[in-house]
């Protein structure tokens, strides 16, 4: 049985009376081709613990599961456990959770598989449901959670948004809170043809190799995303007004702060690499202790 056709779905939907759940983001991805570049470009091998969010009716958890040693796959919709019960039937690899990705103790499963001891890496994959799409990755990065890689697919708006260079329109918070955990590489651009139903917007397939050491140096990772939040809240403004009032400085603090990191108080966020951003919140720190401030 081809689990990505578009008859396949057909079948499903009539035997087990399954209806898609909009508000849960369910589009189901129909093209073998896109499947194949997610998988390719996830390098999953034979040692690896996959974990899958989201696996609807199955197309990436089979594929994952004929790839690594162990798969685990988290899905929400109750209406699809016995489905994919039934459509992985096959393989014994496979363990299907019935939870929210969002409150589920990724790292406590990682643990509980050992795959890194036994020299295995660890793969997060999907085709992410939407309306959740920062949420997720935000959750696994900020926890901390142990994985060597997270390949999904996304709204293409949003992979724009991480992947984004400074001084583009795209770049904002998301940038640059993603790229100081991971270096970010396009996959493939999926057409709305790729789905059933059929999504209203086009997506991307962004591959998020998490870094083992940060990418700079920081006296204090609350004030590095202190800075990049209130710079990003008021986009507009320059960064002597948008940090004026952060963490209870004045102005005259704020540009003294700014000149001690070197950065014209003129500038907006949107130009600031993470270098820089990084220069900015050293200079916050230093200037915080050298005044006795919390
Ligand atoms: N992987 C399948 C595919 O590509 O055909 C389905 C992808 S569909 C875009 C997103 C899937 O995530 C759906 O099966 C949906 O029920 C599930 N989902 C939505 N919210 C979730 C959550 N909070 N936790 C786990 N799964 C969720």
């Known amino acids: 049985m081809k689990l990505y056709a578009p008859s396949t779905i057909k079948e499903i939907e009539e035997r087990y009376g399954f209806r898609f759940t909009k508000s849960l983001g369910q589009n189901f991805l129909v093209s073998k081709h896109i499947i194949d570049c997610i998988m390719e470009d996830s390098f999953i091998s034979q040692e690896d613990l996959v974990i899958e969010i989201g696996p609807g009716i199955g197309v990436l958890t089979e594929e994952a599961a004929r790839r690594a040693k162990r798969v685990i796959a988290i899905e929400i919709d109750k209406a699809l456990i016995p489905i994919l019960e ?28 050992h795959a890194r001891e036994k020299g295995g890496k660890v793969r997060i994959i999907g085709n992410l449901p939407y309306y959740i799409t920062t949420p997720i990755i935000m959750k696994i990065l900020e926890d901390g959670v142990s994985a060597d890689s997270i390949t999904v697919m996304m709204q293409k708006e949003v992979a724009d948004r ?39 917007v086009d997506s991307s397939v962004l591959r998020l190799d998490i870094r083992t050491e940060h990418p700079v140096a920081l006296k204090s990772e609350k004030l590095f995303f202190t800075c990049v939040k209130a710079g990003f809240g008021q986009r507009r403004k320059t960064l002597l007004n948008s940090l ?21 108080p003129v500038r907006r966020s949107e130009t600031l690499n993470l270098q820089e951003f990084a220069e900015l919140a050293n200079a916050m720190a ?6 006795h401030q919390e």
């Open 162 to 200: 991480i992947k984004s260079a400074p001084g583009k329109k795209t770049y904002g918070a998301l940038s640059v809170a993603v790229q100081y955990y991971c270096t970010v590489q396009q996959i493939c651009s999926a057409p709305k043809e790729a789905f059933v139903p059929k999504p209203k």
């Open 244 to 264: 004026t009032g952060v963490a209870g400085l004045s102005k005259e603090a704020v540009r003294e702060i700014l000149k001690l990191a070197v950065i014209d």
């Open 286 to 291: 230093d200037y915080k202790n050298n005044h």
């Open 86 to 113: 039934d459509t992985l039937k096959e393989y014994d690899n496979v363990t299907i959770l019935n939870q929210d990705v969002l409150k589920t103790d990724l790292e406590e499963l990682i643990q509980n598989c």
